[in-house]
């Protein structure tokens, strides 16, 4: 899911607004090169969360996302032409040290600070990109304060495009929507804060004209990667009056690669405790079950750090949470053990263009 509804208020207040085109149905994509940027559509991000442990056994956290933030529609007729705005976050959730760290930066596009490709991923914002290698492999590296990021990612699975007819979608009116897929298993090999290690990442990208509507507060988002080689994806719209948005939906990802789409009355999501933030005043759920009684699907989720929130002011200026979780539960009458992410949004106030 990530946070490109908020970057929309540097651009767009409507699905209709200026001459970027909305996300439809009927989108079909194809890869690599949807891979790439869309530059025909204000907003679009690269999201990558993953588990890592070295080889002394300690466990870590990651979330690193490129942002763009279309600003001009028109296709760039020179290279420092104001068309797009950058803007990245890392967050490291050091489990041995029982620390949560995080970092951001904003750019505006151009050849040496900030940009993204069509055709193939190769995105970057300063020092942080996201790049693909000669054998097809993906390069992701980023390094900021007391934390470094260097791994491979190779796929186990092909793409898991979410939604139906193309989108993904987020309220109820035409073209507040996405094109969205994942790479919901990518094995990592390579270092975290110099220390090699290894691990499973996910991998979001999301493309569209617009994700809230008015009366929409924000969205819970989960991703689960089993050890019985499933994964889950749910992401629930939550409504101002505290209602969930009938529009929320997730898939369910088999061990050879088919999507299968789960609508908003197949699952279930329940919190089991809450968590008050002291710089924000936010409080956020903290730890979920999750249940598809449909597949027989039982899922416990546990955060692995109490406080991984982050405050984006000198970026997005958005708060929210986002953050390693451990799951157990059963999976057709199987037990089964996995980890995740959860990203949570609108706790501290409502979004509004």
């Not at 040496?112 to 992701?140: M, P």
């Not at 000198?314 to 929210?320: F, M, Q």
Request: proline fraction near 4%.
């Amino acid at each position: 899911m990530a946070l490109t509804a908020f970057l929309a208020a540097f651009c767009v207040s409507s699905p209709a607004a200026a001459q970027f085109q909305t996300a439809l149905p009927g989108y079909e994509f194809q890869f690599p090169r949807d891979h790439g940027t869309h530059n025909e559509y204000p907003m679009e991000w690269w999201y990558y969360t993953g588990h890592l442990q070295t080889s002394s056994g300690a466990r870590y956290g990651f979330e690193l996302t490129f942002f763009r933030v279309g600003i001009v529609p028109a296709e760039q007729q020179n290279p420092w032409d104001f068309r797009n705005l950058a803007l990245a976050h890392l967050a490291i959730s050091d489990l041995e040290a029982g620390d949560f760290r995080y970092y951001q930066k904003v750019n505006r596009f151009s050849i040496y600070t900030a940009n993204a490709a069509a055709g193939k991923l190769e995105v970057f914002n300063e020092g942080w990109r996201a790049a693909t290698l000669s054998d097809g492999a993906w390069r992701i590296h980023a390094a900021e304060g007391k934390d470094s990021l260097d791994l491979v990612l190779r796929a186990r699975k092909p793409p898991a495009v979410h939604g139906e007819n193309g989108v993904s979608a987020k309220a109820g009116e035409p073209g507040f929507a996405s094109h969205y897929y994942s790479m919901t298993r990518l094995e990592a090999s390579g270092t975290i804060n110099g220390r090699a290690c290894t691990g499973e990442v996910w991998m979001d990208h999301e493309f569209g004209s617009s994700r809230l509507a008015s009366y929409e507060r924000g969205w819970d988002w989960f991703s689960v990667q089993l050890d019985n080689e499933t994964e889950l994806m749910i992401y629930l719209m939550r409504r101002m009056d505290g209602s969930i948005d009938g529009v929320s939906s997730g898939s369910l990802i088999t061990g050879d690669g088919e999507v299968i789409h789960l609508r908003r009355e197949q699952f279930q999501v329940k919190a089991t405790d809450t968590w008050r933030s002291r710089r924000s005043g936010a409080t956020y759920p903290s730890g979920w079950l999750i249940a598809v009684p449909s597949f027989r699907i039982a899922l416990t989720l546990t955060p692995l750090l109490k406080d991984q929130e982050l405050l984006t002011r000198g970026s997005t200026g958005v708060t929210y949470w986002e953050g390693a979780v451990s799951v157990n539960g059963t999976f057709a009458n199987s037990a089964v053990r996995g980890e995740g992410y959860v990203e949570l949004t609108g706790y501290d106030k409502p979004y509004r263009p």
